[in-house]
């Protein structure tokens, strides 16, 4: 049986001052994308990644198994339910794999980046280490991911000034580092990481540095992290409208229905995110409407399915009324069963706007999922409604 493809991404955030370097370039990148359709209307298009593990249909959501695994399901059952491609953490599978999981952002009062790299203290054991980018790029080529990441020196979305215009320049430096260690480039696709937070020129230097590296793939990185939605998806549309037409776009840390949507509308491939996983875990169901909190005392006596229209194993055996008993006697049974409903709605989801591209009925397919989650145009937030506008899909 074929396990979902794994890639790790190694994530930074804080850090100090260095100056620029010279560009290099990584000769005859493989083109791994191939683009089946495209929104004669929005930048939403439809393609095929062709990794060495088998390939994989774009647009397409990642779960997040930060140590190669996730919370509440196993691989096995990621495969039946369609998962082709999952996102690791290079940080935690290179220091321990078997540890529990902390997410990099988490661990900013350990960590102190410099040029060199970013050196952390572990949270397990107090013990320093060096992740720099010749380390990690070593660390994924060790794994095997089909795709790997750069390191990137990443800032909060909503850090101003001076340190956000460093860690741009400084994950150019070190995009070219990973560059010259990757040992591997015929089996392993790096991916480079646009930085820039917010600064619209500072991200515009950086899309035009990057690109002029011949790399397998582009990730937008430094956003979902606090700013507005307004503020977002100016510069996820800015991004995609520079990005190279033939290669992977990767929009890091993304995973609400209604931000997966909009952003495939203007352009991004790629999208993980925790939340799925991380919100089943609260007890709640993901739906076409927005979601279920099955611990209400509502669902005590509902015998439907979460969804009726859903062909996961947990809409097809268990009711929101047994859900909802598991959940009030703190039985992890429910934690499994919505993790893999919570997944499927995604892959489901993914797949459904896939369909609507190829069959050049995406603007409507839009349309209709915004009145079946918001209930009336009017009552859809402004800033979707502004960034469909923008790529001449309206809700009207």
Same mark, same amino acid.
């Given at each position: ?5 794994? @890639? ?24 791994? !994308? ?6 004669? $209307? ?14 994989? +249909? ?17 691989? &096995?059952?990621? /495969? ?47 013990? &320093? ?5 010749? $380390? ?6 060790? !794994? ?6 750069? !390191? ?24 070219? $580092?990973?560059?010259?260690?990757? =040992? ?16 619209? /020129? ?88 927005? *979601? ?6 509502? @669902?005590?006596?509902?015998? =439907? ?12 055996? #268990?009711?929101?009324?047994?859900? #909802? ?5 703190? *039985?992890?049974? +429910?934690?499994? #069963?919505?993790?893999? #409903? ?9 797949? %459904?706007?896939? %369909?609507?591209?190829? &069959?050049? $009925?995406?603007? /409507? ?10 209930? /009336? ?11 469909? +506008? ?7």
């Amino acid at each position: 049986m074929a396990l979902p493809r794994v @890639f790790h991404c190694p994530r930074v955030l804080a850090g100090k001052m260095a100056a620029a370097a010279s560009p290099t370039s990584l000769e005859s990148a493989p083109r791994i !994308l191939r683009l089946v359709a495209e929104c004669s $209307r929005s930048r939403a298009r439809a393609g095929e990644l062709r990794l060495p593990h088998g390939p994989v +249909a774009t647009p397409v959501f990642m779960p997040v198994g930060t140590q190669a695994t996730m919370k509440g399901i196993t691989a &096995e059952q990621l /495969d039946e339910l369609g998962c082709r491609i999952c996102l690791g953490n290079t940080y935690h599978l290179g220091l321990r794999p078997d540890s529990g999981g902390f997410q990099m952002v988490s661990l900013v009062s350990l960590s102190e980046v410099t040029e060199e790299g970013v050196r952390f203290r572990s949270p397990y054991d107090g013990d &320093e280490t060096l992740l720099s980018p010749e $380390r990690s790029v070593e660390i994924q080529n060790a !794994l095997g991911s089909d795709i790997i990441m750069q !390191l990137d020196d990443v800032v909060s979305s909503t850090v101003t000034g001076p340190r956000v215009k460093e860690a741009m320049y400084r994950s150019i430096r070190w995009l070219d $580092r990973c560059i010259a260690a990757h =040992r591997r480039p015929d089996k392993q696709n790096l991916f480079a990481i646009i930085q820039g937070g917010l600064d619209a /020129d500072l991200r515009a230097t950086c899309l035009e540095e990057m690109t002029k590296r011949d790399v397998p793939g582009f990730a937008i990185g430094g956003l979902s992290g606090g700013e507005s939605k307004g503020q977002f998806w100016r510069m996820v549309a800015l991004s995609t409208s520079r990005l190279p037409k033939d290669k992977p776009r990767y929009l890091m840390g993304v995973g609400y229905a209604t931000d997966l949507v909009v952003c495939v509308a203007l352009g991004c491939d790629m999208f993980d995110c925790v939340f799925p996983t991380r919100t089943a875990r609260f007890g709640s169901a993901l739906v076409s409407t927005g *979601n279920l909190q099955l611990r209400k005392k509502q @669902f005590q006596k509902d015998f =439907r399915p979460i969804d009726p229209e859903c062909s996961c194993p947990t809409c097809q055996k #268990h009711s929101r009324a047994f859900l #909802h008993a598991l959940l009030h006697s703190n *039985n992890t049974a +429910a934690l499994h #069963h919505l993790t893999v #409903h919570n997944i499927a709605y995604q892959l489901q989801l993914m797949g %459904a706007v896939r %369909a609507s591209i190829v &069959e050049k $009925r995406f603007p /409507d397919f839009v349309r209709d999922f915004m009145c079946t989650m918001y209930g /009336d145009p009017t009552l859809c937030p402004t800033w979707a409604t502004e960034a469909l +506008a923008s790529v001449g899909i309206t809700l009207s």
